[in-house]
């Protein structure tokens, strides 16, 4: 089992900052990729921004020039730098890991999700 525990969401005013963690934990051989997804009620969950092990990353056209994914060493936990935040980007962001478990099963976890808003 993989765990993806988020954390850092909240309230915050549009032009403002915020940063959002995503650490894993549980029988964890190697994390191949590590993303972002937002989802708002009604709405498809779209991805937000990712990065490979080998420190790759792509972003939605949306989020480019304002986000910044980034990870540690180990890869075990993930972060999401969201500057100059607008009103739209307010979501529900749920954190996203693909890898394999300690027994070479390939998993694709997700976390629970952590509400970010943004305020006009």
């Known amino acids: 089992q993989v765990q993806l525990v988020e954390s850092g969401g909240g309230l915050v005013q549009a032009g403002g900052s915020l940063t959002i963690s995503c650490a894993a934990s549980g029988r964890i051989f190697s994390i191949n990729a590590m993303g972002w997804y937002r989802q708002v009620p009604g709405k498809q969950r779209e991805l937000v921004a990712a990065?490979?092990?080998?420190?790759?990353?792509n972003y939605a056209d949306s989020v480019k020039g304002r986000f910044t994914i980034s990870a540690d060493n180990a890869m075990n936990t993930v972060y999401l730098q969201m500057n100059s935040l607008k009103p739209e980007d307010t979501a529900v962001y749920y954190c996203?890991?693909?890898?394999?478990?300690?027994?070479?099963?390939?998993?694709?976890?997700w976390g629970q999700g952590t509400q970010v808003t943004v305020s006009s």
């Open positions: 990065r490979t092990s080998g420190g790759s990353t």
């Open positions: 996203n890991a693909l890898g394999y478990s300690d027994d070479l099963t390939p998993f694709d976890s």
